[in-house]
C-alpha cells in the first residue's frame, strides 16, 4: 500500500500565494514521478506539472512563470508554489505519483485532494 497525504489548500486573493505540499508513505521502492492535477467544476481533470525523479519537469502553458513544482527525493515528497494566482485556478488540486512498490509492481496512486480558492 501506497498512501500520499497532501496539505496547503485555502482561500487566497487573486495576486496572492499558496504552497501545495504531497507527502508518499507506504511500502515505497522507488518514486518514478510526481505530479499535481486539478480539476474545477464542470471541468475535466488536467495536468498542472509534474516532476521525475531526474528532476525533469512539465507544466501546463497556463501556469508556467507563476507556479514552481519541486521534489524531496529523500523524503518522498513533492510540492508546488503557486503565485499570482488567478480566479480560474480555482479548484481541486491532486497529487499523483508512479511508484515502484516494494513487490516491484508499478502503482499510480492518488491524493485525496485539496481545495484551492482563488477569489476576493
Known amino acids: 500500500q501506497v498512501q500520499l497525504v497532501e496539505s496547503g489548500g485555502g482561500l487566497v486573493q487573486p495576486g496572492g500565494s499558496l504552497r501545495l505540499s504531497c507527502a508518499a508513505s507506504?511500502?515505497?521502492?522507488?518514486?518514478?514521478?510526481m505530479g499535481w492535477y486539478r480539476q474545477a467544476p464542470g471541468k475535466q481533470r488536467e495536468l498542472v506539472a509534474s516532476?521525475?525523479?531526474?528532476?525533469?519537469?512539465n507544466y501546463a502553458d497556463s501556469v508556467k512563470g507563476r507556479f514552481t513544482i519541486s521534489g524531496d527525493n529523500a523524503k518522498n515528497t513533492v510540492h508546488l508554489q503557486m503565485n499570482s494566482l488567478k480566479p480560474e485556478d480555482t479548484a481541486v488540486y491532486y497529487c499523483n505519483a508512479g511508484v515502484i512498490a516494494n513487490n516491484l509492481k508499478y502503482l499510480e496512486v492518488w491524493g485525496q485532494g485539496t481545495l484551492v480558492t482563488v477569489s476576493s
Open positions: 507506504g511500502s515505497i521502492f522507488r518514486l518514478n514521478a
Open positions: 516532476i521525475t525523479i531526474g528532476g525533469s519537469t
